[in-house]
């Protein structure tokens, strides 16, 4: 199971100037062969199909563990295109909706990919840069403990190098932020790979760091990530579970001689913004403000707060004190 938190991982930029040209080149690392949503299921389903996992502990946790936190990356890149593609078309500007007459999407045509404004509210989807959708075939889920292991280390170091190839290419600052954070934390999960091969099978694949030669210490938005020691650390992304994962994940950094650390909690994470409604797409509606007025009465109709409870980051005070008097109710209801 996934006990999931309405958090990302880190903080993004809020939308700046759109560029869908940009988002399109961002969606390979969602949906490309080497894109979170790749490394995400190669993991899940490698971890549904361990047989024998009690005689294995430390390398299913690890698995297993690892796919937790890769479902929180795929978020995370859907966010960065979310903003990229923010403001792309036109907003009612204070009139009552988007007059559909005057094509509003016409300055679009021919940017970026067309699907997300055509098919996706003009937001992520599951496909790669060039539009494709993603596939099943990109799983590797052999059952073949080593093999498995072997893969990931290099489905790992195509995910690493994608992503720099994308920092490359796109200048947004979203864009920037995302590719410097996944560089981080995919050489975390690198170096996780490589020691669990060589505690299992001896290979010493710490020579072959840094694969491929990125200079991490050297980008601007690695920096606040290595900092906090984020190049060291490989999350517990459960309460109780995934104990065993220091069993496999301990010795230096093979890049910087520190040492490796598990950390017993999971990352905090930030606050998810509140991105505005598009109109012109029909998200979440042609008029949004009806969808408000109605959410806002079914609130009240159920006991609720008026105002809207849960936590982002552009009203977080506001919604912390929604969400708490919401939470008293709730619990005040559960006691009768």
């Known amino acids: 199971m996934i006990l999931r938190y309405d958090r990302i991982a880190m903080e993004l930029p809020p939308p700046s100037e759109p560029d869908p040209a940009g988002a399109a080149a961002v969606q390979e690392l969602l949906g490309g062969r080497f894109g979170e949503m790749s490394t995400f299921l190669n993991y899940t389903f490698q971890s549904f199909n361990f047989r024998g996992r009690q005689g294995a502990r430390p390398f299913y946790d690890l698995v297993a563990n690892i796919a937790a936190e890769e479902f929180g990356h795929v978020e995370l890149v859907a966010t960065a295109i979310n903003t990229m593609l923010t403001g792309a078309s036109p907003t009612a500007n204070g009139r009552p909706s988007v007059d559909a007459t005057k094509s509003p999407l016409a300055d679009v045509k021919g940017v970026g990919n067309p699907q997300h404004f055509l098919a996706g509210g003009q937001a992520a989807l599951p496909q790669d840069s060039n539009g494709r959708p993603w596939s099943g075939d990109y799983v590797f889920s052999s059952g073949d403990l080593v093999e498995d292991l072997t893969h990931n280390f290099f489905l790992e170091t195509g995910a690493r190098n994608n992503k720099l190839k994308v920092y490359e290419m796109v200048e947004h600052p979203a864009a920037r932020a995302l590719t410097g954070y996944l560089l981080v934390r995919g050489g975390v999960h690198q170096i996780a790979y490589a020691r669990a091969i060589e505690k299992l099978t001896g290979a010493d694949l710490k020579k072959m760091f840094p694969t491929p030669r990125i200079a991490t210490d050297k980008i601007p938005e ?110 005040a209801r559960s006691r009768k």
Not at 222 to 243: A, T, V
């Open 222 to 331: 690695c920096k606040p990530h290595i900092e906090r020691g984020d190049h060291l650390r490989l999350y517990r992304f459960s309460l109780e579970d995934f104990q065993e994962l220091p069993a496999v994940f301990n010795g230096p950094n093979p890049e910087t001689g520190e040492d490796l650390v598990v950390f017993e909690q999971a990352p905090e994470g930030v606050p998810p913004r509140d991105l505005p409604p598009q109109p012109a797409v029909f998200a979440p509606d042609y008029a949004p403000e009806e969808i408000s007025e109605i959410a806002t009465k079914l609130r009240q109709q159920a006991g609720l707060p008026k105002e809207p409870t849960g936590l982002v980051a552009d009203l977080k005070e506001a919604t912390k004190r929604s969400t708490k008097t919401a939470t008293s109710r709730s619990k």
